[in-house]
Structure formats: structure tokens, C-alpha cells
T-cell receptor, first 112, second 113 residues
Framework: DVKVTQSSRYLVKRTGEKVFLECVQD?????MFWYRQDPGLGLRLIYF???????EKGDIPEGYSVSREKKERFSLILESASTNQTSMYLC???????????FGPGTRLTVT | GNSVTQMEGPVTLSEEAFLTINCTYT??????LFWYVQYPGEGLQLLLK?????DKGSNKGFEATYRKETTSFHLEKGSVQVSDSAVYFC????????????FGKGTKLTVNP
């Protein structure tokens, strides 16, 4: 079974802190994604990556950056957390044969 | 651009009732269509998919048919169970590869015993 794990299920940070959210997948997938999920807005794509050291902006990249130093790991970075970044963050990896995305359990981040 | 519109919830049904969650899409080309499910406290899971017109995806008693003429991919189940309570997301991806999915806003389903 594909497994996508995220470093924390719940996280509370203060405004202005630098926040790292990590995602690891064990299926050797090239493609990885970061989304945020907010009530009434569904899922919105923040960043994605096709390969190591490659990244592409999604629909809402402002205030975020990413890092992909190893194929299995894709990190989302909030350089200076703000209260409007309080959200559920979901990581996904994707196989390139069937183009199906596999999601992690999510990290619920609260910025106070 | 590509977009997905799904019926707003929440939807509340009694056990064994018939379920329909409507989904329509706007896309160029020939997208693939998906339904994902998110159970409470979990990430999304792929429920079913269809990659070309008239295809029917099915899984766990759920079905959806890719209707190009009506640009729809409605989710149906003949007899829902309490364990089907979840949020359901319709999504599409562009022909030739996902690259990124475009999601609907989700429909919350609650099934009462």
C-alpha cells in the first residue's frame, strides 16, 4: 500500500514563526503536492514538484515556499506564519502510470 | 480554465437511502474525472475515477458515469450506510496527465441509523 506520512497531525505556532511541514512517501513517486483545505473553499494547490529540486507554483503560493532535496520528501515552509495561514494542510504524491494522487492524513495548523 | 462545481451540502440521509451527489465540470480537452472521499480526521482517498466519455467508475457500491454531453460526473449509491458519512470531493485533471487536480468544494454527507 502507498503510504504518505506527514510530520504532525496538529501544530500550534505563533505569528511570525518559521514553520516546517514535512511529507514523506514510500512509493518512489516523482510527483508530490501541497494543498490547503479550508471550509467552503475545498482544496487549493500551494506548490507541487515533479522531481528532486524541482518545484512549481500552484494557485496560492504566496507566503509559502517548498523544498525537495530527496525524492521521497517534500517540505512546505511558512517563512513567517500569519493567522490567515491557519488551515488544514494536505500532502499528496502521485504515480505517473495512472495519475492517481495519494494523500497523507493532514496537518491541522493553528497560528495564534 | 478548468473548474468543478458540485452540489452544496450538507446532505443528511437515513441508512439505506439512495444517494446522488451532483458534479459538473468545465474543461478544455478530455479530462479525467475523479471522486475522492475524506473520512473524519483523515486525508483524502480515491474512491473512483473515469478517464474517458461514457466510462463508469465504481467502488464500494458507489458509481459515477462520465457524461461528456452534459459535462457531468454524478456520484450515486443505491443504499448508503452510516459508515459512508464523509466529505466527498469531485475532481478533474487534464488529458495526458494529472499534473494537478482541480477540486470541487466538497459535499458533506451524514448518514443516520
Amino acid at each position: 500500500d502507498v503510504k504518505v506520512t506527514q510530520s504532525s497531525r496538529y501544530l500550534v505556532k505563533r505569528t511570525g514563526e518559521k514553520v516546517f511541514l514535512e511529507c514523506v512517501q514510500d512509493m518512489d513517486h516523482e510527483n508530490m503536492f501541497w494543498y490547503r483545505q479550508d471550509p467552503g473553499l475545498g482544496l487549493r494547490l500551494i506548490y507541487f514538484s515533479y522531481d528532486v529540486k524541482m518545484k512549481e507554483k500552484g494557485d496560492i503560493p504566496e507566503g509559502y515556499s517548498v523544498s525537495r532535496e530527496k525524492k521521497e520528501r517534500f517540505s512546505l515552509i511558512l517563512e513567517s506564519a500569519s493567522t490567515n495561514q491557519t488551515s488544514m494542510y494536505l500532502c499528496a504524491s502521485e504515480d505517473r502510470i495512472f495519475y492517481e494522487q495519494y494523500f497523507g492524513p493532514g496537518t491541522r495548523l493553528t497560528v495564534t | 480554465g478548468n473548474s468543478v462545481t458540485q452540489m452544496e451540502g450538507p446532505v443528511t440521509l437515513s441508512e439505506e437511502a439512495f444517494l446522488t451527489i451532483n458534479c459538473t465540470y468545465t474543461a478544455t480537452g478530455y479530462p479525467s474525472l475523479f471522486w475522492y472521499v475524506q473520512y473524519p480526521g483523515e486525508g483524502l482517498q480515491l474512491l473512483l475515477k473515469a478517464t474517458k466519455a461514457d466510462d463508469k467508475g465504481s467502488n464500494k457500491g458507489f458509481e459515477a458515469t462520465y457524461r461528456k454531453e452534459t459535462t457531468s460526473f454524478h456520484l450515486e449509491k443505491g443504499s448508503v450506510q452510516v459508515s459512508d458519512s464523509a466529505v466527498y470531493f469531485c475532481a478533474l485533471s487534464s488529458q495526458g496527465g494529472s499534473e494537478k487536480l482541480v477540486f470541487g468544494k466538497g459535499t458533506k454527507l451524514t448518514v443516520n441509523p
